[in-house]
């Protein structure tokens, strides 16, 4: 797969202008990335833009979702939009209270990273119906071949925005950040409702700053035997629902977060760790999430849905 750096989306925007994604005119094929039916322009080059400053009582982050490392490239086959500039402008609580029962994310945008580009997990439904109780897993070996995702798993929406369906590697290697555990926990960024995000690792004992890093398990397993209903076949990953949080089984709690001391916080707070496994981005949240995050709706229907996809039988 070729990368597209900064300096190659630079020298392409000049060479050729905007990219354009132009369907077969009245012969599209199911199986294309002209399945959408639309025309897509995609802009010119923009560097990296990110600010995060303080509104009290919020914390601000504004971006054009544009990322420093390689990505794409996009369009692709299975993703048929440029990464466009974006306007995004998140608010966080500076201050989160947990809530009782956790929320769940279903079509919300999860949260922010530090670099401005949001992490978006959800999938759409089976058979686009958000009643089938049904929502395919993005990062999954059925689905993610037929959503584009490149090597950050991450892909972009009709209107260009990129966004995380799970572990930005790119994003990671710029930074730095390797297999093994450094001095400290990693900052990734911030959820929807204020909380901070970290990378797989924390303190062994969750409120002693000065216990060694290990890493942490989501506590999620997949379920036993055959779908009851919906898609049927059985529980192999390819959706959501295929999964269950044994608490028992990791240290974290089905948010995918705990309680503890960071380096941002070394009183404690609560925080999610983005993990190795699934869910890899968190599908609850904690606290109540700012309405500066995206939501789609109940999802994009049946037209969201990749033709491949499309009366999925497991």
């Avoid at 597209?4 to 050729?16: G, H, I, K, M, Q």
């Avoid at 600010?51 to 299975?78: C, D, T, Y």
């Avoid at 306007?87 to 769940?104: C, G, K, N, Q, T």
């Avoid at 919906?230 to 995918?256: I, K, M, N, S, W």
Wanted: hydrophobic share 35%.
């Amino acid at each position: 797969m070729i990368l597209l750096t900064r300096r190659r989306l630079l020298a392409a925007a000049s060479a050729v202008g905007a990219m354009i994604l132009d369907p077969v005119a009245g012969s599209a094929s199911e199986s294309s990335p002209d399945w959408w039916r639309r025309l897509f322009r995609g802009g010119p080059g923009e560097a990296p833009f990110v600010h995060e400053h303080s509104e009290p009582p919020w914390r601000v982050i504004e971006a054009n979702g544009i990322p420093a490392h390689e990505f794409g490239p996009f369009p692709n086959a299975g993703n048929p939009f440029a990464v466009r500039p974006q306007r995004h402008r998140f608010v966080v609580s500076a201050a989160p209270v947990p809530l009782a029962v956790p929320i769940p994310i279903r079509f919300v945008e999860f949260g922010v990273a530090l670099n401005g580009v949001p992490f978006d997990p959800a999938g759409p439904f089976w058979n686009g119906d958000n009643r089938s109780g049904w929502q395919f897993e993005v990062m999954s070996a059925t689905a993610r071949r037929h959503l584009g995702l490149d090597d950050n798993d991450a892909h972009t929406q009709p209107g260009g925005a990129y966004h995380y369906h799970g572990v930005p590697q790119g994003y990671l290697r710029e930074r730095g950040i390797g297999d093994e555990p450094g001095p400290r926990m990693v900052h990734l960024g911030y959820a929807a409702d204020g909380f901070p995000i970290y990378w797989r690792w924390g303190h062994a004992v969750a409120d002693d700053p000065t216990s060694p890093l290990v890493e942490l398990a989501s506590g999620y397993r997949l379920k036993s035997g055959p779908r009851v209903g919906g898609p049927g076949g059985r529980h192999d990953g390819t959706f959501v629902q295929d999964y269950e949080h044994v608490a028992e089984q990791g240290g974290l709690d089905v948010c995918g977060g705990r309680f503890g001391a960071t380096p941002d916080w070394p009183d404690g707070t609560y925080h999610y760790i983005l993990t190795t496994t699934f869910p890899w981005i968190p599908r609850f949240f904690r606290g109540q999430p700012h309405a500066s995050f995206a939501g789609h709706g109940d999802g994009p229907g049946i037209d969201g849905v990749p033709p491949a996809l499309r009366r999925f039988q497991g």
